[in-house]
């Protein structure tokens, strides 16, 4: 649907003004021929001439135009981000991934990463890791094969540099991600997957995840591991392979034992107004609650109407520049005549 409007390209008050003047020397032409076309020999061709230069003129200073509808089509994406926990905690092998077999924490987070991956193609994907400090491993990426790459190459933190299990410490990274994210692509959704074992051992209180909220469109946190609980190996620090040390109980003396907080983790995804999710022999990632929310979370595609505003004064300048070339020939042939 097409309508026909006037809008001015030098404003409102210079486009009236402009119309105004030339349409008074349009009719001062006309008045000027009628009152001396006894003493001259201005033709009324040439009067016509002049007054319609000046008319056109002042049609084109109010710019017509022609205002169109158009749909335009917007394709919003998903853009997920994964942070995994890598205290030494996830090395406790007592997780299990959708089997009776007993793996480490961190071994079950890498295969929930992968399958995370699998369930939202034609996404992207940020990957962060989180131990005694957060940091983000892969900016946002639309390749899936990044992130399972860089599943397969995470590992427990040394002992060494351990101080203590503190649940908010990826916050500030995730913040600042999922602003950028949210700042580049305002009109896709931002999926984010907070996979840990729940474990709080630091002194210090855990600030609240709620700040994320204003970003995230939906939220998940994976716990790994069991409630049961298992001895923490020593990792790093010159450990070798099959020569397995446990981290000690400063109190006891004895080896220390690191249970899974399932509690913890929902008091988190109650911040992010998202959903628990406790990884176990029959719950996995590719199946379950986190599994039927992806599918709303793909590629979706949105219809907007929109106006836009078309100046039509080509056709007017064209008949204004063959005026004026018939006045500049009429004004040449008069010349030599008076010669």
């Not at 001015?8 to 003047?21: E, K, Q, S």
């Not at 001396?36 to 009067?47: K, N």
């Not at 020593?234 to 446990?246: A, L, N």
Request: hydrophobic share 40%; charged share 20%.
């Amino acid at each position: 649907m097409t309508n026909l409007t006037l809008s001015p390209a030098l404003g409102w008050p210079l486009g009236t003004a402009i119309c105004v003047i030339m349409l008074v020397c349009a009719v001062a032409q006309i008045v000027l021929h009628i009152r001396r076309r006894s003493q001259s020999d201005e033709t009324v061709w040439a009067c016509a001439r002049r007054s319609m230069i000046c008319a056109l003129v002042a049609i084109m200073a109010l710019t017509p135009s022609i205002v169109s509808s158009t749909n335009s089509r917007a394709i919003n994406t998903t853009d997920v981000v994964v942070a995994v926990d890598v205290t030494g905690s996830m090395a406790v092998a007592d997780a299990q991934y959708g089997s009776d077999e007993q793996l480490s924490r961190l071994d079950v987070a890498k295969q929930a990463v992968k399958d995370i991956a699998a369930m939202y193609p034609n996404s992207s994907f940020a990957a962060l890791r989180f131990g005694a400090s957060g940091t983000l491993d892969v900016p946002l990426t639309p390749d899936s094969k990044a992130i399972d790459n860089w599943a397969d190459t995470l590992a427990p933190e040394s002992t060494s540099i351990s101080a203590g299990s503190t649940l908010d410490v990826p916050i500030d990274q995730l913040l600042l991600t999922c602003k950028s994210i949210h700042d580049q692509h305002p009109d896709d959704a931002i999926v984010l997957y907070l996979i840990s074992d729940g474990e709080q051992t630091s002194s210090k209180t855990r600030r609240t995840f709620s700040s994320l909220r204003r970003y995230l469109s939906d939220a998940f946190t994976v716990a790994v591991g069991s409630e049961q609980g298992g001895n923490i190996p020593v990792t790093g620090d010159g450990v070798e392979e099959g020569d397995t040390q446990w981290v000690t109980d400063p109190e006891t003396g004895e080896p220390g034992v690191s249970r899974m907080n399932a509690d913890e983790m929902n008091a988190i995804a109650d911040e992010l107004s998202g959903t628990a999710i406790q990884l176990n022999a029959t719950t996995t990632m590719s199946g379950g609650d986190s599994k039927e929310t992806s599918s709303k979370w793909r590629v979706t595609q949105t219809s907007k109407q929109r106006t836009r505003t078309v100046a039509m004064v080509w056709p007017f300048a064209i008949a204004v520049a063959l005026l004026l070339t018939f006045e500049a020939g009429a004004w040449i042939t008069q010349s030599r005549r008076l010669l």
